[in-house]
Nanobody
Framework: VQLQASGGGLVQAGESLKLSCVAS????????MAWYRQAPGKQRELVAR???????IYAGPFKGRFTISGDDAKSAVYLQMNSLKSEDTAVYYC?????????WGQGTLVTVSS
């Protein structure tokens, strides 16, 4: 199974981007889907998690600016990012947990210029 992430790119500070991630085949039942990011020289960190049933969890710095949504029927997860800042520059990775196994996307680069 492969997760295909897309939607990254170069934007200016204050602009928005929407990331998408879709699995190559159904991963039902999905327990959770998430987005992580890794900035240059830093460890990978959780951005947001979508849980089966639709509840969401955000890491503190992203609450209010980022919105995660999921479609478990499509084994797809999305991340709407608003009011982007230069410090949001990172590679963003999607993750889907199914049958107690983690699947990872290849990462999509988001670059925010100030």
């Amino acid at each position: 199974v492969q997760l295909q992430a897309s939607g990254g790119g170069l934007v200016q500070a204050g602009e928005s981007l929407k990331l998408s991630c879709v699995a190559s085949r159904s991963l039902l039942p999905v327990a959770a889907m998430a987005w992580y990011r890794q900035a240059p020289g830093k460890q990978r960190e959780l951005v947001a998690r979508w849980l089966s049933g639709g509840s969401t969890i955000y890491a503190g710095p992203f609450k209010g600016r980022f919105t995660i949504s999921g479609d478990d029927a499509k084994s797809a997860v999305y991340l709407q990012m608003n009011s982007l800042k230069s410090e949001d520059t990172a590679v963003y990775y999607c993750n889907i947990n199914s049958h107690s196994r983690d699947y990872w996307g290849q990462g999509t680069l988001v670059t925010v210029s100030s």
